[in-house]
């Protein structure tokens, strides 16, 4: 502990005596400074021993003491030692009944004690108090490395809990609790996610404290990572500010968790590579081959059924119409915080990344990214958080582009295509499945299709495509303008007949037409396009066509 005036009393070497404020001695002492002047506040920083002899005060006057006694009170002066049988042999009563009414504490300093001895006593109690504080900080240190290596970040935030006599915990990057010492705390920690994510918003190194009459403790948020985008945080809860020891604890905290969490640049290269050497030998057929190079990093993945996820950064709506752009967005029904593409650089392929692997470390469940570009392609476990992170994500974003007051405008949007469960021998036919529901997702504007959607569905949304309706109304041209001139009803008489499967009668009901008038209208269709409708190709290529000229 820092020097206290009680401490400079109880010195034996110092001889003080107390003449008021004996009820205020366990104050901390920051430095013992002497000053006669009859003003010395603007020199003082809050937090001193003042030490005078009254040799331009007017010690006897106790209006004058009144004010001079309020004035060191209000800068932070936190003891007054008077030196008698320099300028009076006694502390004059005026001095003494100032401090007494403005609580400050008075020290009566002995003749035979000089002021520069009890500078002295204060400077040694400080700097013993600074080397005490750094060595227990290194002995912190010493423990949370220890738990950091023999208990991973669950034992460093066990050992941070007692160093700092209040509770931890660690986030991960998307705000969820990944740990919490004590037990009790993780409920705590988890009611600060709305705080952790304003810190996110920030680069890194950040940090914010968190406190108030509706906060219970005292809480400072630490982010954590080299990146520019925090890969975790760290909060330190206590009932009261950190001590220089406690400080220590915290900086060495956050260096090991930052160790921990931030791996570093040369093993991700790494793993990128065998990600995407495994990825490619699925997707050539070699399982066998693929299984071997996954070993453990990525071989429990191949041991169950997994999905095939494709997802695509496209241009959006900020990068064709200049809008604000918000910070993020919360889905109403997911609860996924979704940054906006200021905070991912522009690319929510990063923001989605970073969602999988979140999931899938809380989880302990291995998850393959790999990035293709503009895409990314990842295999999960089927059922598994990471597959249902992927998709809550995608559809947290489609949902906040579709909210106008939220004023989102993503300078990228993302398109996500997801397989059907497979195993490694499929893998290839998986990746085509979500090729093909990333393609109709891209169609329709969603930013999310599942494959077994579409094999649930119809063909017939399929039909929006804008290549298919210019073949379309390519192939039925002639006939419009046909009708457009007033000399009958092809189009209408076409489809009717098709709709029949080429029944005369029921077709030409259906159009409220004699039979022979309906037999006329199709010679008239075959002379124009020049195609017989014996033909079931034809037949086939004409309903597209009018489904296609129809379908929204």
Not at 516 to 530: P, S
């Amino acid at each position: 502990m820092p020097p206290t005036l009680a401490s400079l009393v109880h010195h034996s070497a110092l001889k003080l005596t107390v003449r008021a404020g004996e009820d205020r001695l366990d104050v901390p002492v920051r430095w013992a400074h002497v000053s006669e002047l009859a003003d010395p506040v603007p020199y003082m920083e809050g937090g001193e021993l003042l030490l005078i002899t009254a040799l331009k005060l007017d010690a006897e006057d106790p209006e004058a003491m009144r004010r001079y006694v309020r004035r060191l009170v209000g800068a932070g002066v936190v003891g007054l030692g008077f030196a008698v049988g320099v300028n009076y042999e006694d502390i004059p009563k005026a001095l003494v009944d100032a401090c007494a009414q403005e609580g400050l504490p008075l020290l009566e300093v002995p003749r035979r004690t000089p002021f520069l001895a009890i500078s002295k006593a204060v400077s040694a109690a400080i700097a013993a108090d600074q080397y005490r504080a750094v060595t227990a900080g290194f002995a912190a240190q010493r423990e949370l490395t220890r738990q950091a290596l023999s208990a991973g970040p669950e034992g460093l935030l066990t050992a941070l809990a007692v160093q700092v006599d209040g509770w931890a915990a660690l986030y991960d990057a998307s705000g969820a609790v990944v740990a919490a010492a004590p037990e009790w705390a993780g409920r705590r920690a988890a009611r600060l996610t709305a705080e952790v994510e304003r810190l996110r918003e920030r680069s890194a190194p950040a940090s914010s404290v968190v406190g108030g009459p509706e906060h219970e403790d005292r809480v400072e948020l630490h982010s954590l990572g080299t990146g520019r985008r925090p890969r975790a945080a760290l909060a330190v809860g206590t009932a009261a500010a950190l001590g220089t020891a406690e400080r220590y604890a915290v900086h060495s905290a956050i260096a090991l968790l930052t160790l921990v969490t931030e791996r570093s640049r040369s093993l991700q290269a790494a793993e990128q590579r065998i990600g995407t050497a495994v990825l490619r030998m699925l997707l050539a057929g070699e399982p066998d081959h693929a299984r071997a190079v996954a070993g453990d990093l990525y071989g429990e993945l191949l041991d169950a059924p997994f999905r095939m996820i494709v997802a695509e950064s496209l241009p959006g709506p900020a990068a064709r119409t200049p809008v604000t752009t918000a910070k993020s967005v919360t889905a109403a029904k997911s609860g996924v915080a979704v940054p906006a593409a200021a905070d991912m650089g522009g690319d929510p392929l990063g923001g989605l990344t970073e969602t999988v692997e979140s999931a899938a470390a809380r989880s302990g469940e291995a998850v393959l990214v790999v990035p293709e570009g503009e895409r990314l392609v990842v295999l999960a476990a089927d059922g598994g958080p990471a597959v249902a992170a992927c998709v809550e994500y995608a559809m947290a974003l489609e949902a906040a582009r579709a909210v106008p007051e939220q004023a989102v405008a993503e300078e990228y949007e993302l398109v996500v295509g997801l397989s059907a469960p497979t195993g490694p021998i499929a893998a290839a036919a998986a990746y085509k499945q979500a090729e093909q529901a990333l393609s109709v997702a891209r169609r329709r504007g969603r930013g999310f299709v599942e494959h077994e959607q579409l094999a649930a569905g119809s063909v017939l949304p399929l039909l929006a495509d804008d290549a298919v309706k210019a073949f379309a109304d390519g192939l039925l041209r002639a006939l419009h303008e046909h009708d457009a001139t007033g000399r009958g009803d092809l189009v209408a008489s076409l489809r009717a007949w098709l709709s029949r499967h080429g029944q005369w009668d029921a077709a030409a009901a259906d159009l409220g037409v004699h039979r022979h008038t309906l037999r006329y209208r199709m010679r008239r269709v075959e002379e124009i396009l020049g195609r017989s409708l014996d033909d079931p190709d034809v037949r086939m290529e004409l309903w597209l066509a009018l489904k296609a000229t129809t379908t929204e």
